[in-house]
């Protein structure tokens, strides 16, 4: 397999990282195609944890590129940091390159995220996003306006004064922006630190496809954040889609071997935003304290509920899954039951099993209809063990019944399980010849 995209399937935070980075270790080119300083992928190495923001997972293995691609919005001066802080722990083992096409967020992104967002929730208090507020959408506003910023620009000092110029007659309503002169400044001397690194990827990638290289496209965001296809307004403002991921690289989609969604066993999410499956009980609390649910980005609670089966199988049809990674089964061993939303009903009393309302509103008010699969026990280090020494066979046979009961309501095979944090607690099953992504869309359709 040459290209396989990693693309979130629930709303982020389903640990695409660490499934990436096990991935990473039989890739040459690890590519983020999407999002900026609003991500935080999160890696347990035998040295600690790592958090990556805007690198892509690949840095962390020798012999591996890790690029940050032409889909992203770069904050330039966050991701100096980043490599600088990974270079101290000496854990920068593979080579960081960026796109000259990606866009740069600045300062004044983030000023005017908080502005919208705010302004938003003023004109009406449930109406707020809750983004990280790091300028993602007000970064990615400016690239559809045509005047953004690139990374090409910041090596280009008199393209950069004049593209800025235009950019900060645009900003008049915000305050509390740098001085242009001294942003013109900052930005000029970090391009030229960065200049080593800034390429253009996309020929990069394509040469790599030629010589038969690995490449994982490594998703941030997740597909129900897609600014289309997610639950609008309550987004991010890129599209975390197996289309948006060759948008985000370059790569065609004739390229593609594999897609594979990244699911946890339960579902949480950060922010705003319709949440059918939310439990703001006990069950709630303890999926949030047993799997350590706060956000890597803002320290965020994430708020916790029941796997919804309604959504995977939209993010299946979708991004034509082609397999799923399920993870953190770990969390739920020792539960007697554990429910699994396999529709919704609706206000109107009508039902819904695999497409969601385009209006946040009306999924806000759909009722999820639980099945109650039997629970799996504690995943004891005994258990790990042995999972690790005799891999899928040694998984609980309640567990496996709740994999094919994902399988059986979605399509796609499940191709790797995740039961905890580090590098040596995801296994791979063998799917043989699970369906195709056009065989799964012609099944919902029969
Ligand atoms: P933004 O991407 O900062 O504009 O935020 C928009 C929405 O996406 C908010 O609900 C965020 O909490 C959510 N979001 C953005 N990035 C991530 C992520 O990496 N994980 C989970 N949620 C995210």
């Known amino acids: 397999m040459t290209v396989t995209v990693v693309v979130g399937a629930q709303f982020g935070d389903e640990a695409k990282g660490k499934i990436t980075d096990f991935l990473a270790a039989d890739a040459q080119y690890v590519v983020r195609t999407g999002g900026g300083p609003n991500a935080g992928h999160s890696i347990h190495l035998a040295e600690g944890l790592v958090i990556l923001h805007q690198l892509a997972a690949g840095v962390l293995r020798k ?22 802080d990974l270079e101290r722990r000496g854990l920068l083992r593979g080579e960081v390159v960026l796109s000259d096409r990606a866009h740069v967020l600045l300062p004044l992104h983030e000023i005017e995220d908080g502005w919208q967002d705010d302004l938003r929730a003023q004109k009406n208090p449930g109406a707020g996003i809750g983004t990280t507020r790091r300028g993602i959408g007000p970064a990615y506003a400016d690239r559809a306006a045509r005047w953004g910023i690139r990374l090409t620009d910041l090596t280009r000092p008199a393209i950069l004064r004049e593209r800025l ?17 001294t942003l013109v400044g900052d930005l000029g ?3 030229s630190r960065l200049a080593p ?16 290289d690995r490449i994982l496209l490594e998703g941030a965001q997740s597909a129900l954040l897609d600014v289309d296809f997610g639950t609008y307004p309550y987004v991010t403002s890129s599209h975390p889609t197996s289309a948006g991921a060759l948008i985000g690289s370059g790569i065609p989609p004739t390229e593609v071997d594999a897609i594979l969604g990244v699911s946890k066993a339960y579902t949480t999410r950060v922010g705003s935003g319709p949440f059918p499956t939310e439990d703001t009980g006990e069950s709630g609390e303890f999926l949030r304290r047993v799997g350590g649910e706060r956000g890597a980005t803002t320290g965020r609670a994430r708020r916790c509920g029941w796997l919804d089966l309604v959504m995977l199988r939209y993010a299946a049809r979708l991004n034509g899954f082609t397999s ?16 699994v939303c396999v529709q919704y009903v609706m206000p109107d009393g009508s039902t819904a099993r695999d497409v969601l309302p385009s209006q946040a509103d009306d999924l806000a008010k759909a ?18 063990e042995r999972i690790r020494r005799e891999g899928a066979r040694a998984l609980p046979s309640t567990l496996r019944r709740f994999l094919t009961r994902i399988t059986e309501e979605t399509g796609v095979p499940v191709e790797f399980v995740g039961f905890g944090p580090g590098r040596d607690e995801t296994i791979r099953l063998e799917v043989g010849g699970g369906p195709s992504s056009t065989a799964g869309l012609a099944a919902w359709t029969g």
């Open 189 to 191: 001397e970090v391009g």
């Open 63 to 84: 012999g591996v590129v890790g690029v940050s691609g032409p889909g992203m919005v770069i904050q330039p001066f966050a991701i100096e940091q980043e490599i600088q």
């Open 324 to 339: 799923f990674a399920i993870t953190k089964v770990d969390v739920l061993g020792g539960l007697d039951e554990v429910p």
């Open 165 to 181: 110029d235009v950019l900060y007659a645009t900003k008049t309503h915000l305050t509390g922006l740098p001085p242009m002169d």
């Open 197 to 212: 690194r800034i390429r253009p990827t996309e020929s990069l990638l394509w040469d790599a496809i030629a010589r038969g």
């Open 367 to 384: 009722q999820p209809v639980y099945e109650r699969l039997p629970g799996w026990p504690e995943f004891h280090e005994r258990a790990k």
